[in-house]
């Protein structure tokens, strides 16, 4: 669901960048006094983890499309709402600067697309209120699924509006609404499932890492230090070689996109803040595509398939390696500054 810039004029995309740069702000201000100093490196870690994960496209049978694990939710659920939309804003920095996986203008719309309402809606006002005073794996496969379905598709009327706003592209509202809506269930329900596997993994293993979450308190450090070689296990496993079997079907936005307009692809404007963002992350995105750079003439599709393995493999590890070590930094420096101040 990551948006493209030919979907934004200016005006939004700036607006949504302002709204999620302040988000981001707030965010670290509440992480420096309340975050668990040991649930840093879990935060590097899951953010790693995240980014191997989103590479792989499941197929939606009957459909032709496909989806991809958005993440919020596991985030919050294990970090916390403010740490989560840092590291899920991390993860999709590292994507559109280096990967070219959504656009430079479309970043902050991303941004709050995939980390506000799993983190600030879904999170706290289904998945905690499902839970309620007690943790259990029912109740944890029943938040789970609940959650990451609404988050997504809040996520995806959130795509909706703001291309509506936009008003650049050739996608009606009301059929466009009508179109992702159903999609982006299916892909929630997907979602939902792998949410729960993985917190009920985390359950069962490490039950008071979910319960410091809710409680909103400090951590064993030995709590966390066998999960987070498993993750790292899980990321590496995930991002270098379960990425070569990802579904090459267009994604829930583009499939939308496809079905209203018969195109695979919108262009936006060649000229003006578009055109210049555009340039920069040619520049930057020596991964494009999760694959190496071909010639400038060839098309993404070609490009993927002469990158072969060996290009995805390298994303996925080197992808994983950029949004740990930027997740983990942004943890540090909060904790550093808090204690200055």
């Known amino acids: 669901m990551h948006m493209a810039d030919a979907l934004l004029s200016p005006a939004v995309g700036v607006t949504i960048w302002a709204v999620s740069a302040v988000t981001i702000a707030y965010c670290s201000k509440k992480v420096r006094t309340e975050m668990d100093d040991r649930k840093i490196p879990l935060m590097g870690v899951l953010g790693a ?19 991809h694990l958005g993440g919020g939710l596991i985030l919050s659920i294990m970090l916390g709402p403010y740490a989560a939309f840092l590291t899920i804003a991390s993860v999709l920095v590292v994507q559109a600067f280096f990967f070219a996986d959504g656009g430079l203008l479309a970043l902050g719309c991303n941004i709050f697309n995939l980390g506000f309402f799993p983190a600030f809606i879904a999170y706290p006002f289904i998945y905690k209120k499902i839970i309620g005073s007690s943790l259990s ?31 650049i592209s050739s996608l009606p509202f009301s059929t466009f609404l009508v179109i992702m809506h159903p999609i982006h269930l299916a892909i929630g329900v997907v979602e939902g499932l792998v949410t729960a596997s993985v917190i009920s993994f985390i359950y069962n293993a490490k039950p008071e890492i979910l319960q410091s979450t809710i409680e909103v308190r400090p951590i064993s450090v030995h709590s966390i230090r066998n999960i987070i070689l498993s993750l790292l296990t899980v990321t590496l496993l995930t991002g270098g070689v379960l990425s070569w079997f990802a579904s090459t079907r267009p994604d829930g ?46 098309n993404p599709a070609t490009k993927k398939a002469e990158g072969g393995k060996l290009g995805t493999s390298v994303s996925g590890i080197v992808g994983g390696t950029l949004t740990l070590g930027l997740s983990f930094i942004i943890g540090i420096m909060l904790k550093r500054r808090s204690r200055i101040i």
Request: proline content about 3%; hydrophobic content about 45%.
């Open 49 to 67: 983890f995240i980014f191997a994960a989103q590479m792989i496209n499941f197929s939606i049978p009957v459909t032709g499309s496909s989806g």
């Open 137 to 167: 794996s029912t109740r944890i496969s029943v938040a789970s699924m609940v959650a990451a379905i609404i988050g997504l598709q809040l996520g995806a009327f959130g795509v909706v509006l703001e291309t509506a706003f936009s008003g």
């Open 253 to 298: 936005l583009e499939w939308s996109i496809t079905k209203i307009t018969g195109k695979e692809e919108l262009k936006g404007p060649e000229k003006g803040l578009h055109g210049r963002l555009a340039a920069i992350q040619e520049k930057l995105a020596f991964l494009p595509d999760y694959s190496f750079k071909k010639d400038s003439g060839t």
